[in-house]
Structures are given as C-alpha cells and as structure tokens.
C-alpha cells in the first residue's frame, strides 16, 4: 500500500508554467513505473507523463513538449514541470503507478489555467 500526496496546483494565466509535486509514503519510486494523470471536467482520467526506475520517460501528445517529469528518490517525491499552458491543460492532476492502482489514487491538486 502506498498513499500519495499532490500539491502546488493553483491559477494560471495561458503561457504561464507551474510545478506541481507528488509526496509517496514509501520509497515506491525505486521499483514501479508511475505517471502523473490528470482528470479534466467531464472526461476520465488519462495519463500525461510516465516514468520508470531506468528513467525511461514517456508523454502523451498533448504533454509532449511543454511537460517535464522528474523524481527525487531520496525524497519520495515527483514532479511535473508544466510550461506554456494552455486552458485544456485545466484539470485536476495526480500521480499513481503504472498500471493505475485503485487504491492509491490521492486528492489530487487542481490546475486552471484562465486569465
């Protein structure tokens, strides 16, 4: 069992970037794939941004170019370095492994992006 924690969302002007982060109870990051997904109004949530333990990193297309994803291990702790953001990148962002855990899902931290 792991609990994830996400923080640093906020509002946004389009253009403008953010870094959001995610706090893992355990050192889960040393062993299993995660991604930052993101739930926006009336749509299931999909994943933006993938990461292995080999650092192997993969982005969906709509991230691919704009979004940066990291982790400090000694830490427990990912990020997602989001720039030039645009107003469909308004949702509400979480972190979890690869596949999905059920259980694991956090609160998230909302992103809007508006001016």
């Known amino acids: 069992q792991v609990q994830f924690v996400e923080s640093g969302g906020g509002l946004v002007q389009p253009g403008g970037s953010l870094k959001i982060s995610c706090e893992a109870s355990?050192?889960?990051?040393?062993?299993?794939?995660m991604a930052w997904y993101r739930q926006r109004p009336d749509e299931p949530r999909a994943w933006v941004a993938k990461?292995?333990?080999?650092?192997?990193?993969q982005y969906s297309d709509s991230a691919k170019g704009r979004f940066t994803i990291s982790r400090d291990k000694a830490k427990n702790t990912a990020y997602l370095q989001m720039n030039d953001l645009k107003p469909e990148d308004t949702a509400v962002y979480y972190c979890n492994v690869v596949p999905a855990e059920s259980g694991f899902w956090g609160q998230g931290t909302q992103v809007t992006v508006s001016s």
């Open positions: 355990r050192d889960i990051f040393d062993y299993s794939p």
């Open positions: 990461i292995t333990p080999a650092d192997n990193i």
